[in-house]
């Protein structure tokens, strides 16, 4: 059980700490095990089929190549936001919350180093960020599958809140951040690749419907017209 000492402890991270874990110890097998699977697993899975989605979708609409290029940009940003996380990890070399805490209930085992910033919630952030930048509606349904990696990574105990919250910041600082020099780089290669017979299928713009030409008038309709 988790301990009831934290109640008097005036650390609100604290607090919302103990009690989404306590929620979390609550649960039901089935449900603890769910929470795991998707707070370790299952919703990154999500989130790469979400970007694979939007790639679908993308792919044949006028700014084919510029929208292609943003959601390759998508998973671009979530590895450069894994990358960036590192050296912040080592730096701050906070320990993880069930180590100065060993009433908390540890619901995923096997998790050692260090936990700020947390690596699910800056890499989930940075693929809403940048997939709404694309596609709004696919945009908002990753940023609320990011609140559920943040939020499930503390349910878990193992991570605290504001090592989801420095998650979130860091994955939006690389998506919006870099966004511009992706866009520069990206969107001349998608281009390319749409215009090459073999790698056509990355991006096939929608061709505008040509007008179709009028008929020519009769002297007699002609006279009539004037």
Not at 63 to 76: I, M, P, S
């Amino acid at each position: 059980m988790a301990g009831l000492d934290h109640l008097d402890n005036p650390d609100i991270e604290l607090d919302v700490l103990y009690d989404l874990n306590g929620f979390g110890e609550s649960l039901p097998g089935w449900g603890e095990r769910a929470v795991t699977f998707l707070g370790e697993h299952g919703i990154p899975v999500a989130l790469t089929l979400l970007v694979v989605g939007a790639w679908f979708l993308v792919r044949r609409r006028a700014d084919a190549a510029q929208a292609v290029a943003g959601t390759a940009w998508a998973g671009l940003a979530a590895g450069l936001a894994f990358l960036a996380n590192a050296p912040i990890r080592d730096f701050v070399a906070r320990p993880r919350p069930f180590v100065d805490h060993p009433d908390l209930a540890v619901l995923l085992e096997g998790k050692d180093g260090y936990s700020f910033v947390s690596d699910h919630a800056s890499v989930a952030m940075a693929v809403a960020v940048a997939l709404f930048l694309v596609h709004r509606v696919l945009g908002a349904i990753a940023f609320g599958l990011a609140l559920l990696q943040g939020l499930a990574r503390v349910i878990l105990g193992v991570h605290y809140p504001s090592d989801v919250i420095g998650g979130f910041a860091l994955g939006t600082a690389v998506a919006l951040l870099l966004a511009p020099l992706a866009q520069a780089a990206l969107t001349p290669l998608v281009r390319a690749c749409s215009r090459n017979r073999r790698l056509g299928w990355v991006a096939r713009p929608r061709e505008e419907p040509r007008p179709r030409p009028q008929p020519e008038l009769t002297e007699h309709q002609s006279r009539l017209a004037a």
